[in-house]
Each structure stands twice: as C-alpha cells, then as structure tokens.
C-alpha cells in the first residue's frame, strides 16, 4: 500500500511496500497488456459472433448496414485517431515531466472522447426515431426481418460496449490528469498516463475494427453519408 | 492503514488486529484466508443441495420433491460448485496465500486489486444468491428487479430454454459475469506476480510445481473467461431486449451459444485441476524425501495442459449437429491432452521410487488423488473417442466422470493442500488420527458415489432426469448411500481442521515437515510482511536426498 | 464382466461396444499398474520407526520420460482411429434409408412417415432396413438417444440434424431425451418398435383414425380440437367468460383493442392470435393467459378451427358440447369414473394436473382433505362442500399463489356431475 500522507511535496514515484519503483512500473505495463488482451478476447466473441452471422445472413446484412450513417461513423474514426495521437504525445510530455503539457494533451483526449460519445448518440437517436431499436413496437413486429434483428441486436451491443469501454477510458484519463494538476509526473514516475494511453489506444483500436465491419463492408450508401 | 504504524514483524493473524484491519486488509493471506472462508460456506450448501437430490433419487419415481424443484436444485449445485466454490478454489485460496510466499515476495503484484476481486467475487455471490432464492412474498420487491424464480436451467444455461424460461436467468448469469471478473483479475494479477516479483536466485527453472501450475491456471482464468463473459452478456440481451443472436426464433443459433460456452467452460476444468497437480507435486516429494521426478516434464505438461485445453472445447458437441469433419479433428486434439495428464501420473509414481515415505494426512489425499485422477483420465479417453462418445453423452457416464477430475481432482486436491499447509496457515498442528479417518471417509464415500454412476451410464441413464426406469434402481440407491457417506466424510475433515485452527494448544514449528520450498522458511503463522529478509534461492525447490553420481539424467 | 451396456440392436453396436470394452480393459490395466506401482512403493519403501532413512537423489529420467510419453500417445492415436472408423460408419447415410421425420417438442416426441402416418411417443421401423431420422425441435435444445442402437443426436429449432441406425433385432426399445428441455425431462421418452416387415406394412398403412377424421367437414374438425387443445376452457360459447372473449359471432366483428387500435376479426387475426396470443389483446381482457400455440398446431388444424369459429357466426347460436354421452352407458360407470370423463369432457386437465405438476390451477393430486391458505389469507380443508363451491363459483375462495382464471361452472354442471367429480378426486392420490 502506498503511504499518502507525505506525498503533497513529495515529486518521485510514489512508495510501493512490496516493490522498488522500476519493478512497480514494469508490473503495471504488464498488468495493463493483459488486461488489454481480455478486452480483445471479449471482443472477440461479438466479433466471431458477427462473422458467422454475416455468413449465414450476408443478404440481410448488407442490406441493415445500408442504413448506418458511414458520414457519421467516419467522423469518430478521425475524432478517436486524433484523440490517440494526443494521448501518445501526453506520455511523451510525462516523460520528460512536463506536467502542464501531459494536462492539456489529456484535456484534449477527454475531450475528444466526448466528442465520440455524442457523435454516438446523434446515431442512436437517428434509429431510434426510425424505431430500430430493441423492444420498440417495430423491432418486435414479427414482420420486421429476423436477421436485422441480428444484425442490429450486434450493432447495438458491439458499440454500446464499446461507448462503455470510451467511458472507462474517459475515467482513467481523468484519474492520470488529476496527477499532472499535481505536477506528480517526472522521468522516474509517469505510469498512470503510460496505462491510461495504452487502454485508450485499445478503445481506438477496437473502433478502428468496428467502423469498417459495421459501416463499410458491403455496399454502403455513399450518397447519404450522414442517413436519411 | 499505512504500514509505517504497525509492527511488521508480528504475525499476519494477529498484526494489525481488529475486525476492521481484516475487511480492509491487502494482505494476500488474509484476502486467502477470507476467499477460503467463503467458498466452503458455498461448498456446504451446494453439498447440501446434492445431498437432497441423492435423497430424491434413491428411489424411483417422484418422492418429496416437484419435477420442477429437482430442476432448482441440480442447477443450484452445479452453479455454486463451479462459479462459486472450485473456480476460485485453489487460485483464490491457497494460491493466494502461497504464490507470493513461495516465490519470496512480500505481497502480490497489485494487493488492493486483489481486494477488490474478493469483494467483487463477495458481490457476484450475493447476486447469485438472490437469483436462487424461491419468490417468497415478503420480499415481493425482488420480484419487480426481475428476481422471477429459482434458476432452472442447469449451470449451462443453454440457450434458447434459458431465454424461454420464467426464472430468474439474467441475474443468475449476470452474478456468473460478475465472478468471472473476479477471476479475470485474480488471473491476471498472480501472472504479474509471478513474472516481476520473484525473490532473486528464484529462476523459472527454480518455480515450485505449484507455482507453475497457478501461472497455467491464470493464463486460462485471463484468457479463457472474457470469451464467457460477452456470451453471458449477450444472454443478458437477449432476454431483455430480444435480439437475435441464439434464439433460432429470432434468427439466432443456439449452436453458437454452445460453442462459446465452451470455448470457456472446457478451459475452466483445467483452472480447476491444475493448481491441484501443483499441490500435488509438492506433498509428495517431501513426504518421499526425493526430488519430484521429471520436475521440467511437469512443468512443460501443466503448460501443455492449459494450451491444448483451449482447441478441444467441441467435444462438449460431438452429437449437437457440428460437422462430422468437425467432431474428428476435436475428437483427435481432445487426445492431445491425455498424453500431458499421463505424463504427470507417472512422474508423480516414479518420484516415490526409493523414497523414504511416511502417511501423514496430506500424503494420503496426495496418494488418494493419483488413483482418483487414473480413473478420471482413463474415463476421460472413453469420452474423448468419438463413436464411444455418441452413446455416453449427456448419461451419467459424464457425471461421473466429471466429478472424478473435479472432486477427486480439484476438491481433493484442496483437501491435501488445506492439510499440508494448516500448519503454515494458522501455526498449529491438526489431530492426525481424525485427519486419516476424515480420508477414509471421504475417498471410501466417494467412490462409492461415482462408480455406481459410470455403470448407470453404460446402461443408458441419461443425467437430469428427476425420475428414471426401474431398471436404474439398484445403482442409485448405491449412489445415495455413498454421497451420504462422502458429505459426512468432508464435514469431519473440515471440522477437525477448524477445530485445531479454533483450540488447538499444539504450535507448528515453521517448518513441520522439513520441506525445501521457501514458504516454510517463515515463521508459522508467517509475518505480516512474509519474510524479514528478501530471501536469497541458490538451489532448486526439490533438492532432497543424497546426490547421486550419474543418475541426474 | 464389466458389460453394462444395453442390448446390441443395430448394425454398429458391437463394434462400439468392441472399442468400449478395448478402452475399458486397457483402462483397467494401467490403473492397476500404477496404483499398484504406487502402493508397492509405499509399503516396499515406507518410513521405518519415524526416522527417514538416506534416499537418493534421483531427478528423472529422459529414457523413462520419452518412454511414457510415447507409449500413451501411440495408444491414443490406436483408439482414435477407431473412434473415428465406428463415428464414420455411424454417420454414413445409406442410399435405401426410410426417413423419418422426428419433432421435438417440450415434452413429447412426434413421429412422420412418407406415407403420412403420424404417431406420437412410439414408432416403428421395419428389422434389418437402414433408417434415417431426420429431427427438428419446435421450442428448445433436445436429443434423441436411442441406447440399444448406440447412436444420439441433438434436436435442434435452428437447423435439421440427421441420425442414421440400421436394427438388426426385432423388439421393443426405449428411447430417452437427452438435452435438458425444462421441467418433464425425464418424462420426455419414446418407444421404438422393430418389427417384421410384414408386420410394419401393415402398421404403417393403417390409416384408419386418420381417414376417420378426414371424413368430417372442417368446422366439425376444428370443433373436435377446439375441445381438444383445451380453447373451450376460456372461450365459452354463451359469452359466460370473463377471461376470454366468446367465439359466437366472433368472425366479421370489429373488436377494440388494449392499446386502443381496433381490428376486424379475419382469418389472418385468428391465425396471429392463436399462434401469439399478446400481439393483439382484444380490450377487457387479460394478456398473458394464453399459451402460444406456435409450433403446437399445424396450418391445416388453424383452418379448421377459423372454419369452425366462422361457423358459429353463420349458424345460429349454438351450445357446442361434445356429443351427449349415452346415459345407459353412464349410468353403469362408478361415480369416480364418471368424474374422471368428466374432469377430461369439461377440460379441468387443461389446468389440474393428476401428477403433482403445477400448470394454471392447483394440482388435483392429493387435493381431496389437504389443507391450504386462501388468497385472504385463511386456511382451509378441501373438503365436499369447499370443492362444491370452488367448481360452481370458481373466484370465491382461489388458493394462494394462483391465478383467478377459472371460469365458474355455475348452471353446466347438474349437482350429480359435481358430486361425481369430488368422487374422482378423492381416487387421485
């Protein structure tokens, strides 16, 4: 457990009992990677999920993901790049302990992640008005298609557990930036905005997979970028 | 909290003291402690919940309890069982208590996350719990936060009966969701652990069997348990808001849900069973005084074990409609891991090879679990040879068989490793005359149990059923009589051992059983904060008896 | 010795019980060794007087390694290789093969010949005819296990699975359902009959109930299930009920519905109704009463039942009640099973259970003298006059944790066929 209590002037690593600070840091980055491949392998499974299904039921497929707004989904593509970039160049900055610049490059990251998560729900609105959306009198006419359901049903879960992953990485940025507005980071010690860059490459990542596999894959409309 | 305020010299149990000191503790042997505690508070219930269905079953036909109630009931003990009880049981408890003790570290790799996976674990219990109770009028609330009935679907809940049924399935796989984050964090932190923190001198090739066996265990629990926990969550959906992804109503395939579920489930029997090999491959080498045999063999099998156990999940599906194609090529990689199992068996023998044996409790289960793991392997080749499986599948043959490696792999496993480090864990000695008679007890009444069962099954008795044929009587009535025996059994074992740990005058000495491995270079209850000095290892973990000239290789 | 294994009735079964016995005798053999190995060193090499004596130190051996590590594995590659030879010959669809058709179905199994034959629970196939069953479920996870010809196979709603046996006995076998499938699992079995040809022949072209029912019109049909399937429990034909709308004069009408839409009741409504109850709730009444029939009735029995509820509009008000029994044939019934036609004739089986199992209403199983709460929170003894009263006027006195939904019998049953029904209850133990 680290002692806290005369860590306000205190401008190293903080005390770990059990470790020295090299090892505590190479500990977290480890920790952080693991963590980062049980988040692929959940994905994973809605991801295998999708390509089986995509087989079974390519006509339906295609045809619901004509009705995504791709104008919509390319934006967050750019919103979610950028935002990576900046959190590269924030643990840059904490490396050489500039705390001021690691605090505005994640600002601008947070930031960014709001930008996404509101993209995001300018999408959900649009089908939701159009009444796609689970347990809405349409979805369960018994003639809505099946294999929209399907494909919607997967929609919703891969990028509301990805919005949900945005959020987290929201959380965790916060948590590093509240350490920069107390000038903690230096060239021993940076390791919270080393692991919150690295999850928020993962949540951009993923999207990097899901933008295509949702959006572009077949034949999207490419007249109407942002819907209907 | 800080540590600066206590004195960390004093021992682990006593030092800081207090209530509050323990439901806040980062210690790794308390948080064990505490695991430990918990699941065998579920292992008595879900013993209990067996015990009834046995009552149910001795005789034919409907007794004392509903169809449906039978139905509650064996979903209730294989959930508990396995989400609840061995899942986390070796990892989670001797794991935690050992790992970082036997690797010379002062702590795990993140001791507040491994609180927080206790006390998630705490919350998925509750869940899972709530999600078995009966509806009871009093607390009709429940009901309106969609606590509708008693699981009923077994602890697989496949789909689509689990998205048909009225009970309560979504938080019951929702608390499953919830323990196997804990596993997933657990997992995860004793890799770190066991990568970054090991004493110096402590090379891989320096690793207790144990240790190798908890690093297996936790690559599945990191790896394996996502995958489950997005099929749940998909579940979860799928009720709720009726997508289609498993319910062949709605467009789904109810084949996938299968495949998923196992791609999980099938590994999960080996973080069950590997850290039991490990406990194994401690006791018997000290208590032969030899080195244990092929040390690298078992080290590469366990790994062998937990990377092959991930491509053979379809044998769960040999008769669900896979391609034959399909059901050939997991039949043939499913033999891939008998080869790894056996190796580990005859290593285990040959290290008791002109050793110098004594019969003390833990070297009895110890002994126990070779002959209970040969009839669990061997029954594992029936099941893995594919024509041989179409017609055992889904009988009892696969119950008993099931319960061989799970109960006679991991639960006795446990039941050594409980034995062999009482001493280090609550720093007294146990009676060793009732210690021997609980073993007695509990191999004669499980055998007892299971053998009847694989001869139900190669009769055609297939398994959930609440009532059967006469033809069925006879084993059945075996059965009952066994599992009676076997409960009996587990509760005077573990009384004996809660009774030393309560009132106990005898005080271990750090070291009763002149083992090598560094765990017993500590005091015994060992110190806060595990050893006064890192410790220095310049020799292997198994270095016992008189060099021999020649014979090394 | 060891041979527990059901009678060997098809083609493959002995070469599966050879591979079995092959595995269980080699099973046999290694346990033995190395328990005894173990034992042996255990005693041979125990520790004397409790001082441990010097032992060597011995790490391994790469021989002995390489040796168990081969010697399982060329074992395992033997014993797969027939595993997958039998699988192959199990699985091999042979070009003569009478199909069969197999539904699954919580918790009955039903049977389809070519020839249109249909049977539930039992079928039969012709002796030493290869037979291919082609299986679907109609709701969830089942699997047909057929123990005496060694073979099984899950029963899916999602997609057709095949399986393959050819019988080489005549005789009668049990069938099993093997997939977990809700509360009657284990009640879910079937019998296979293996018989001559001749004598399958003659089976299989006996169409004799089937002709008879194709004799009738499609109203009288519909009106035959309408008591069947149980409808007449809640759609009373003299507007009586108050849980479900009547089905005089009911096609052609435009009914209001729960969610303020109104429909015309056509054939298109009665068929979404019958098949998902909820989707339109006529106003007034409950929703979640009714069972989904989907998967339950074919398309021919939906026409017949919309030809006999169109019926009802055309003709005139009609009391639609089985045909009356003959009262000389009645009379020489004992009371208990002039109750018994009784609870099947006026459907109380849709709802009472004889076995125990729950389905709307409390199980008749021991109900005659048993004490229970009352939803006003009273205990009572189910005795002559509490029955009498519950029959007649259902809603007075429901049992805890019941729905309401009994009609109340009041003005169709004469006072005789209430006492004969209690007669028949106090049978039911």
């Known amino acids: 457990m680290s002692s806290h209590s005369t860590a306000e002037n205190y401008q190293g690593p903080p005390h770990v009992h059990h470790m020295d600070a090299p090892t505590a840091y190479s500990a977290a980055k480890l920790g952080m990677w693991l963590f980062l491949a049980t988040e692929i392998l959940l994905f994973g499974g809605l991801f295998a999920a999708f390509a089986l299904f995509r087989w079974m039921y390519l006509e339906a497929f295609e045809h619901a993901s004509q009705q995504l707004a791709w104008g919509w989904g390319a934006l967050n593509t750019l919103v979610l790049l950028f935002s990576s970039f900046t959190a590269a160049m924030a643990v840059e900055a904490a490396q050489k302990g500039n705390n001021q610049r690691v605090f505005r490059l994640l600002a601008i990251t947070i930031g960014c992640g709001f930008i996404f998560l509101i993209i995001k729900f300018i999408e959900y609105r649009a089908k939701y008005v159009h009444g796609i959306w689970p347990s809405s009198a349409e979805w369960n006419d018994p003639q809505f298609n099946a294999h929209y359901k399907s494909f919607f049903g997967l929609y919703f879960c891969m990028t509301g557990l990805h919005a949900l992953h945005v959020i987290l990485g929201m959380g965790l940025l916060a948590w590093a930036l509240r350490k920069a507005r107390v000038n903690r980071y230096s060239k021993e010690y940076y390791t919270p905005v080393e692991v919150g860059a690295l999850y928020w490459h993962l949540v951009d990542l993923i999207w990097i997979y899901l933008f295509p596999l949702l959006y572009l894959v077949g034949h999207p409309s490419w007249h109407t970028p942002f819907g209907h | 909290m800080s540590d600066t305020q206590h004195n960390t010299q004093g021992d682990y149990l006593h030092n800081p003291s207090g209530l509050w000191s323990w439901v806040t503790t980062t210690d790794h042997k308390r948080i064990g402690l505490m695991y430990l505690f918990t699941i065998l508070l579920f292992f008595f219930v879900a013993g209990i919940s067996a015990l009834i269905m046995r009552t149910e079953l001795a005789h034919a036909g409907p007794d004392f309890l509903k169809a449906q109630q039978y139905n509650v009931l064996f979903t209730l003990h294989g959930a508990l069982m396995i989400f609840l009880f061995i899942v986390p049981g070796i990892p989670a408890t001797l794991g935690n208590f050992l790992i970082p003790l036997m690797i010379g570290a002062k702590d795990v790799a993140f001791p507040r996350l491994n609180l927080l996976s206790y006390y998630i674990y705490v919350i998925g219990a509750i869940i899972a719990v709530i999600a078995v109770i009966p509806p009871v009028e009093t607390l009709s609330f429940l009901k309106s936060l969609g606590f509708t009935g008693p699981a009923d679907t077994g602890w697989t809940f496949y789909a689509p009966y689990s998205l048909d049924t009225g009970a309560a399935i979504p938080w019951m796989v929702f608390a499953a969701f919830v323990l196997g984050f804990s596993s997933i964090l657990t997992g995860l932190n004793f890799i770190v652990t066991i990568h970054k923190l090991r004493a110096p001198g402590m090379t891989w090739d320096r690793l207790p069997v144990f240790i190798w066996g908890s690093y297996a265990t936790a690559v599945i629990q990191t790896l394996a348990t996502p995958v489950v926990g997005i099929t749940l969550l998909l579940v979860i959906m799928e009720r709720l808001m009726g997508v289609g992804i498993f319910d062949a109503k709605l467009g789904g395939d109810p084949v996938l849900y299968e495949h998923m579920f196992w791609f999980y489930s099938h590994p999960v029997v080996y973080i069950m069973v590997l850290p039991a090999f490990g406990i194994v491959g401690e006791i018997i080498p000290v208590f032969s005084r030899k080195p244990l045999f092929g040390y690298k063999m078992v080290c590469y099998a366990s790994l062998a074990i937990a990377i092959v156990g991930f491509f053979v999940w379809a044998h769960h599906m040999f008769v669900a409609g896979i391609s034959d194609f399909s059901a050939i090529a997991f039949s043939v990689i499913t033999f891939g891991v008998a080869v790894p199992t056996a190796v580990k068996v005859f290593n285990w023998v040959s290290t008791m090879y002109k050793g110098s044996i004594s019969f003390t409790t833990p070297m009895l289960y110890a002994m126990g679990f070779v002959f209970l793991f040969m009839v669990a392997g061997t029954t594992g080749i029936f099941l893995a040879t594919l024509a041989v499986d179409v017609f055992y599948h889904d009988t009892y043959f696969v119950v008993a068989h099931f319960h061989y490696t799970i109960q006679g792999g991991a639960v006795i496993g446990l039941m050594a490793g409980l034995h062999f480090w009482f001493p280090k864990i609550t720093g007294k000695m146990y009676n060793e005359l009732a210690g021997k008679i609980g073993w007695v007890l509990v191999f004669a009444g499980f055998n007892l149990t299971f053998i009847p069962q694989f001869i139900l099954g190669m009769e055609g008795m297939p398994r959930r059923y609440f009532d059967y044929l006469p033809q069925f009587q006879p084993m059945h009535m075996l059965s009952t009589v066994g599992s009676f025996i076997n409960g009996f059994g587990y509760t005077f074992a573990l009384l004996n051992l809660f009774y030393a740990a309560m009132f106990s005058k005898v005080k271990a000495p750090a070291n009763p059983w002149n083992s090598l491995s560094l765990e017993w270079k500590t005091a015994s209850p060992p110190i806060t904060e595990n050893f006064a000095e890192t410790p220095i290892v310049t020799e292997g973990t198994y270095n016992y008896g008189r060099p021999v000239e020649g014979l090394a290789h | ?429």
């Open chain 3, 1 to 429: 010795m060891f041979n527990f294994m059901p009678e060997q009735a098809s083609e493959i079964a002995s070469n599966i019980d050879w591979l079995n016995s092959l595995i269980l005798w080699l099973s046999v053999f290694f346990t033995v060794a190395i328990v005894g190995a173990m034992v042996y060193f255990a005693v041979r090499y125990r520790r004397r007087d409790g001082v441990d004596h010097e032992t060597p130190r011995i790490e391994g051996s790469n021989a002995l390694e390489a040796v168990w590590t081969i010697v399982p594995t060329v074992i395992c590659v033997f014993i797969a290789y027939y595993g997958v030879a039998f699988y192959a010959q199990m699985r091999e669809e042979k070009a003569n093969a009478l199909e069969i058709n197999v539904w699954a179905q919580k918790w009955k199994w039903d049977f389809e010949y070519a020839s249109g034959k249909k049977t539930t629970a039992e079928f039969y196939v012709p002796v030493n005819r290869p037979v291919k069953l082609i299986m679907k479920s109609r709701d969830v996870l089942h699997s047909f296990f057929l123990p005496a010809m060694r073979v099984k196979r899950d029963v899916l709603p999602s997609a057709y699975n095949a399986l393959y046996f050819t019988p080489i006995k005549t005789g009668v076998y049990q069938t099993f359902c093997t997939e977990y499938c809700g509360m009657e699992h284990s009640g879910m079995l079937a019998t296979l009959h293996v018989v001559s040809q001749a004598e399958y022949d003659r089976w299989v072209n006996d169409r004799s109930e089937e002709i008879a029912l194709s004799r009738v019109t499609p109203a009288e049909r519909g009106e035959k299930l309408y008591n069947q399937k149980g409808c007449n429990a809640c759609h009373k034909l003299d507007g009586s009920s108050a849980i479900a709308p009547s089905f005089v004069k009911l096609f052609g009408r435009n009914e209001q519905l729960a969610d303020g839409t109104s429909v015309t009741v056509d054939e298109n409504y009665l068929q979404e109704s019958i098949l998902h109850p909820n989707a339109k709730i006529v106003k007034g009444y409950p929703p979640n009463l009714m069972p989904a029939f989907e998967g339950q009735v074919s398309d021919d029995e939906i026409q017949a039942l919309e030809a006999f509820i169109k019926s009802l509009t055309t003709a005139k008000q009609e009391q639609a009640a089985a045909a009356p029994a003959d009262p000389a044939a009645l009379a020489g019934m004992s009371p208990a099973d002039r109750g018994k036609k009784l609870y099947n004739e006026k459907v109380c089986v849709t709802c009472h259970s004889l076995d125990g199992s729950r389905i709307v209403g409390p199980s008749f199983k021991g109900v005659y003298g048993r004490k229970q709460k009352i939803t006003t929170g009273q205990e009572i003894v189910a005795d002559d006059a509490y029955i009498k009263e519950s029959i007649l006027n259902s809603a007075a006195k429901v049992v805890e944790g019941y729905p309401p939904a009994m009609p109340a019998y009041q003005g169709q049953l004469s006072d005789a066929e209430v006492s004969d029904i209690i007669e028949f209850l106090k049978t039911v133990k």
